[in-house]
């Protein structure tokens, strides 16, 4: 069941002389049938900006991956950090996430996209001064996240960390991208929109709506924000935008770059053209609904929840469609696999798309979730994902790529076979162990004794019985490192060997007028296949129906959110600490949402309520617990456990693998925009009135002065104008809203 209905064959040919090197190869001529009279064109593909993200991919998936090595080991060895605030776990671990998605897979899906996107159109990009600032703004972008992110200056929402004046500039060199993508197509040679091409546009409209929804903030200051969302609204929004990224920045270009290179690599047409219109469209329609099951057991509302789950268990069906779509391609080609180590890293990359995909719906059961939620089990679902199919796919590329744009052989076919193993093998040690750890974790916080007591009460237990795994986990990641750099000598030294053909000459028949909407093929598809905009559109509307329908009820029907009247906004004093914990990034490591299980409320307390997070902005209920979950911490230890605490948490909890914070005890609070906060914060919702504003840090003096004192009594002297002061405030304050309207009912 082949490629059918005239589309165009994504197969060219490409000649080698006798010494292996590649010679000029046959004008790839449109396959669409020209009149008699149709000229052909002569122009050259831009190899240059292909050359330069490939380039970029190269670089920073090293730097993203070592970044990632070192935040493995501080969670078995904490000392890791070398007692610098600007590399604790916290600070560092969105910097790997930003550098592994957004640099090594962004500059990597860039690099496809330009290099298939002007053969699939037989056109030059539209522009090669876009092209460049396209390029240029998006390595601004990543330096400054690189110097932002260690600094602190976060919003914490997870994949969506940077502040809003780099949030601008995201989107403006979108819009740059888009611009040159359309113009390209608009300017195309072949009529047919390959459907490499349809991912593409569907990718290009989906991150454009999800980044400008999630980016809604109100500016303090140059780095400092607050959410328009709060709490349970806030939490839908992320995770309906963190699911979303992972479909439409890390999934679905992949895909279409999958549907391009593979074919090209085994010289075999796409296995089924209709099945590839099926992948595309269930795809896009339903993965925008399964946010919600990021959220499940938590405050958002129960049919919000249920609806998430429904549409991840129906995502399997397209997710698998593309995945047999790829490998049935290499029907008839399994002798070029054992041969080829470029194929097997395009199976293992397609394999493990349909281990992690199959595996995502069954996260998605709310009985399987309740025991993989919060633990290791979701770091290896999720790994599997980036480190199989977005790492080994990106290697292929490079691999077929790079010789082809400099007219060479390979350097070296030895390191070839050496990173395709020891990645491979770099994969399995990260895994596993994170698998076994995620069991581990699940059932160790619910296990009962025969008494009906926690087995485990104390976190810490289940903490140290993975560390085990947590070292095998760094030696994967190390292994995984080490064949990046092998790919990274191998790719150097083949640009080293040969010449880039920066402009490589093309020609193609000029594509002619047909007066038949759908031509002489009545295949219903052909009439949006044709029509690049109308595609644009009918994918927007495609990803709006359920995004609409998930969101806005959440927002417009109060019954969503029930209030609760001893619900009050945080102090001035407890929002700087709230922004110190933000800050550190302890939301990395602490969840705030006790779920309704008697596990959790026998080990936290009572189960976290919708109301009590009106006025958080942004939320913090986190996603994983390497530590235990703060949401009913106030109240529980004096202040004196939490200064010794962050000074050194071993001091209060032997063994534990935080790190110590020691610059809490000894920087000043920044109180120079105490006011400007709440002003922001009223802004978006959050009650204060004017006289509050404006004897904010009256108030906020005032309350460090009680929280100093009290720790004075208890035989710390600390000046009430440190930060820890602050921090103290906020933990304190945890869950005690809660306690105060069962005071006073009782």
């Not at 610098?84 to 600070?91: A, P």
């Not at 029907?557 to 709230?578: C, D, F, H, M």
């Not at 550190?584 to 596990?599: D, I, K, L």
């Not at 409320?601 to 617990?625: C, I, M, N, Q």
Request: glycine fraction near 6%; proline fraction near 5%.
């Amino acid at each position: 069941m082949n490629v059918s209905f005239n589309q165009p064959n994504p197969i060219a040919s490409s000649n080698r002389d006798k010494t292996g090197r590649f010679t000029s190869s046959p004008a790839d001529i449109s396959h669409q049938p020209p009149d008699s009279d149709t000229p052909v064109e002569r122009f050259a593909y831009d190899n240059r900006i292909v050359r330069n993200f490939a380039i970029a991919t190269i670089i920073w998936g090293v730097i993203g991956m070592l970044v990632g090595v070192l935040i493995a080991c501080q969670l078995f060895a904490p000392s890791v950090n070398l007692g610098n605030q600007y590399t604790t776990f916290g600070r560092i671990r969105p910097l790997h996430t930003n550098a592994v998605i957004f640099a090594f897979v962004g500059n990597a899906i860039f690099m496809g996209v330009y290099y298939s996107l002007q053969r699939l159109c037989k056109a030059r990009m539209f522009s090669d001064w876009l092209s460049k600032t396209h390029f240029w703004g998006w390595q601004a972008i990543i330096l400054s996240a690189v110097v932002t992110l260690p600094l602190g200056f976060t919003t914490s929402h997870e994949y969506a960390e940077l502040e809003w004046p780099i949030d601008i500039a995201i989107t403006l060199i979108w819009v740059v991208f888009g611009i040159n993508m359309f113009g390209t197509i608009v300017k195309r040679r072949e009529r047919h929109l390959y459907v490499a091409i349809w991912f593409y546009i569907a990718t290009l409209i989906t991150i454009a709506v999800l980044h400008i929804v999630n980016s809604f903030e109100m500016p303090v200051s140059l780095f400092k924000s607050y959410y328009l969302y709060a709490g349970v609204q806030d939490a839908l929004v992320q995770w309906w935008y963190g699911h979303n990224a992972v479909a439409f920045f890390l999934t679905t270009p992949y895909l279409g770059m999958m549907y391009y290179y593979l074919p090209k690599m085994a010289n075999r047409p796409v296995y089924s053209y209709r099945l590839s219109i099926l992948h595309f469209w269930a795809l896009i329609f339903i993965y925008i609904w399964a946010g919600p099951h990021h959220l499940l057991y938590t405050s958002l509302p129960d049919w919000a929840q249920s609806m998430g789950v429904i549409f991840s268990i129906m995502l399997i069906a397209p997710s698998w469609g593309g995945m047999i779509n790829g490998l049935l391609t290499l029907r008839g080609a399994w002798d070029k696999v054992r041969e080829d180590t470029i194929l097997k890293f395009m199976v293992v990359a397609l394999t493990a798309y349909g281990m992690a995909t199959f595996e995502g719906p069954m996260l998605s059961l709310k009985n399987v979730n309740a025991i993989a939620h919060f633990t290791d089990w979701i770091v290896a679902h999720v790994h599997v994902g980036a480190l199989g199919l977005n790492g080994f796919l990106t290697f292929a590329i490079l691999y077929w790529t790079i010789p082809r744009i400099y007219k060479t052989p390979l350097y070296s076919q030895k390191l070839l076979n050496a990173h395709f193993w020891i990645g491979t093998l770099g994969i399995l040690f990260y895994a596993v162990p994170m698998y076994i750890a995620g069991f581990t974790q699940g059932l160790m916080w619910k296990e009962f004794t025969h008494e009906s007591v926690l087995r485990y009460p104390t976190f810490l237990e289940t903490t140290l019985q993975i560390l085990p795994m947590h070292r095998m986990r760094a030696i994967g990641g190390g292994l995984y490192l080490i064949g990046a750099i092998l790919m990274a000598c191998n790719l150097f030294k083949t640009m080293a060997v040969g010449t880039l053909v920066a402009n490589e000459n093309a020609e193609a028949y000029a594509l002619s007028k047909i007066y038949s909407p759908t031509g002489s093929d009545t295949f219903w598809h052909r009439w949006i296949e044709r029509r690049p905009f109308q595609l644009l559109v009918a994918s927007l509307v495609t990803i709006l129906i359920g995004s609409m329908i998930e969101l806005v009820p959440t927002f417009m029907v109060k019954s969503n959110v029930p209030t609760i009247p001893s619900v009050q906004p945080y102090t001035a004093l407890e929002v700087q600490g709230r922004d110190l914990y933000i800050r550190e990034g302890c939301v990395n490591c602490h969840s705030q949402m006790v779920r309704p299980f008697r596990s959790e409320t026998e080990r936290y307390g009572e189960y976290s309520k919708a109301g009590e997070f009106v006025y958080d902005h942004p939320f913090l209920w986190g996603s994983k617990r390497t530590g235990p979950d703060l949401h009913r911490e106030g109240g529980k230890y004096p202040d004196s456990w939490h200064y010794h605490h962050m000074n050194d948490p071993t001091s209060m909890s032997p063994g534990s693998i935080m790190p110590p914070y020691p610059w809490l005890l000894t920087q000043p609070l920044d109180i120079s925009n105490t006011s400007d906060k709440l002003i922001a914060l009223k802004k978006v919702g959050v009650p204060y009135d004017d006289q509050m504003i404006s004897y904010a840090n009256e108030d906020l003096k005032k309350q460090a002065n009680d929280v100093s004192a009290r720790l004075a009594k208890e035989g710390i002297k600390v000046k009430s104008d440190r930060e820890i002061v602050a921090l103290i405030a906020y933990l304190q304050r945890l869950g005690t809203d809660i306690k105060k309207m069962e005071t006073t009912q009782k």
